[in-house]
């Protein structure tokens, strides 16, 4: 296995909460990307953060924010929480500024159930 | 618009038969397509690229750029192939797109 972890593994939230979601990077990783695993759907690519900088977002709103640490671990946070937000969230690290698939691996994820 | 479709949310072949899982894409660029797979209690994890023209586990996959597809073969399916798999596509510089997955399950 690989040596990326995310806590918690599951969470149960209330419309209008905040949430704060961990990710630890591979050894030697300095690239986290995050997304959201809809019921039924495949990944949907959040942000990206390199070396500590917001670098690449999709189409999510602000409410979705993150944080990279110095020693590249991650957070997601999302204010304001909504149903439709109740999902898988993954976080991937990898070597390098973009997409390097080749070098990126996935952690096990969250499932963030909101009620 | 940047899209991957997976037409397919299941598929079930007896083990031995060919496996075909389908996967077109919308992109205006040169485009870079991935298959990803994950296996049960398993993480997401790559499987192949088209750019590298890869045989991995027996699997292949041939980008076809006239009909904008990318279908991942085998010839021989076997019980262990059973998974989740999903085709993605490089959208830009740090992004992956991702289509809606393909379960395969390989009877025995």
């Known amino acids: 296995e690989t040596g990326v972890t995310q806590s918690p593994t599951h969470l149960i939230k209330t419309r209008g909460q905040q949430v704060t979601l961990r990710c630890s990077s591979q050894?030697?990783?300095?690239?986290v990307s995050w997304y959201q695993q809809a019921l039924g759907q495949g990944p949907q690519f959040i942000f990206q953060?390199?070396?500590?900088?917001?670098?690449g977002r999709g189409n999510f709103p602000p409410r979705f924010s993150g944080l990279q640490f110095p020693n590249y671990s991650s957070e997601l946070n999302v204010n304001a929480l909504e149903l439709d937000d109740s999902a898988l969230y993954l976080c991937?690290?990898?070597?390098?500024?973009?997409?390097?698939?080749?070098?990126?691996?996935f952690g096990p994820g969250t499932r963030l159930l909101v009620l | 618009a940047q899209r991957v479709t997976q037409p397919e949310k299941l598929l079930s072949v007896f083990k031995g038969a060919p496996v075909e899982l389908k996967c077109n894409y919308s992109?205006?660029?040169?485009?870079?397509l991935f298959w990803y797979v994950q296996y049960s209690r398993q993480r997401l994890q790559l499987l192949l690229r088209?750019?590298s023209r890869e045989s991995i586990k027996g699997f292949t996959a041939d980008l076809n750029k006239g009909e904008t597809s990318f279908h991942l073969k085998k010839p021989f399916a076997q019980e262990e192939d059973s998974a989740m798999y999903y085709c993605?596509?490089?959208?830009?510089?740090?992004?992956?797109?991702f289509g809606s997955g393909t379960r395969l399950l390989v009877r025995p």
């Open positions: 991937a690290s990898s070597v390098g500024q973009g997409v390097t698939p080749k070098t990126q691996y």
């Open positions: 050894s030697g990783h300095n690239t």
């Open positions: 953060y390199y070396r500590e900088e917001e670098n």
């Open positions: 992109y205006s660029g040169s485009p870079e």
């Open positions: 088209h750019i």
């Open positions: 993605a596509l490089r959208g830009g510089s740090y992004k992956l797109i």
